[in-house]
């Protein structure tokens, strides 16, 4: 089974992924509200 390459080598995703989908994230809530 092909796993993309982070968890082959059994790192954590680059942190820039999980800040750009809390800001999403967060961008969404506001929009929501507004």
């Known amino acids: 089974?092909?796993?993309p390459?982070?968890?082959r080598e059994?790192?954590?995703p680059d942190y820039r992924?999980?800040?750009a989908n809390e800001r999403t994230?967060?961008?969404w809530i506001r929009?929501?509200?507004a």
């Open 1 to 3: 089974m092909n796993r």
């Open 17 to 19: 992924f999980s800040l």
């Open 10 to 12: 059994g790192r954590e």
């Open 25 to 27: 994230f967060l961008a």
């Open 31 to 33: 929009t929501a509200l």
């Open 5 to 7: 390459a982070w968890q």
